[in-house]
């Protein structure tokens, strides 16, 4: 079931005023939604045998060997979709497949770090900075001559469509974002939240140590399972669901990527010149004028704004949905209808 908020015209620059205080005080109160009861997994109905998508493709793109599935006719309306930390492409597993079977081109690849993609030379910065996921992404489409395409993501995969919606804003024709405007900054990543909200991120800190980083790289998979759990405490997704995904996070890159990415976020590490201005403007915290769907699960566990705050960040076409029956942090893989039909109004309208 969904519930869908009309979006408010407004004045831009107002807009922007507003929004940009909107956010920035969300990114301060992110703790406040709370967990749900992980005992209420068992009203969650079982998740159904993993598919799989197939043999995948490799094409190289940027600095990138990149791994991604490609379904639907190769002249349908491209969609991209993009995945988070700690999940893969299989977060799309069964939403990729509706939106083939509408006519639309899909495509869903790796990112830097996971499944099958690989760095092009050993020298790569290991860079996992928010705007260097944005430009793999542009990368890719052109490689593969997508001049524009829907763009829809989650965790990691939401504020990299984000940022595609704010900084090439001819390139994302629509998009869908899970939990909404993601877009941060190091400046934002230095200052205290409250202690509630501190809690949340308990593995941001933990990854800032080197304990952390080893903690991570010898228990990934066990780490991955508790944040699923956490993120998602009404999924009841099956081992064999897990390892399918987790099985990604083998790749050589993976640790030094997600260490990076959430050091990054805190000034502890540093990122690369060609990315700077990318990030000058992305501090700005950008309206999205490209029309957009915003959707949030009703059992979210993992830390997220709330809809009211970053509302205003899209002066574009724009609802907000949420996505009800104990969903949580990962919903396209949790709710791929919901999800597929997101992708499919937003990209008619």
Sequence with gaps: MTTT????TINHRRRHLIGVAAVTLAAFELG???QADA???ETAKATPPPKSFGPLRQIDA????VGYAELGPADGAPVVLLHGWPYDIHTYVDVAPLLAAQGHRVIVPYQRGYGTTRFLSDQAQRNGQQSAFAADAIALMDVLKIEGATIGGCDWGARTANIIAALWPSRCRAMVSVSGYLIGNQQLGK???PPKAELQWWYQYYFATDRGRAGYEKNRREFARLIWQTASPRWNFDDST???????FDNPDHVDIVMHNYRWRLGLAGGEPQYDDYERQLAQAPLIDVPTITLEGDANGAPHPEAGAY??????KYSHRVIEGGIGHNLPQEAPEAFAQAVLDVASG
């Design 62 to 65: 940027g600095q990138l060997n």
């Design 39 to 41: 005992a209420s997994s």
């Design 242 to 248: 897990f390892e399918r995904s987790a099985a990604s």
């Design 32 to 34: 406040a939604g709370t």
């Design 311 to 316: 509302a205003k960040m899209f002066w574009n």
């Design 5 to 8: 908020c009309r979006s408010e």
């Design 191 to 193: 200052l205290p939240l």
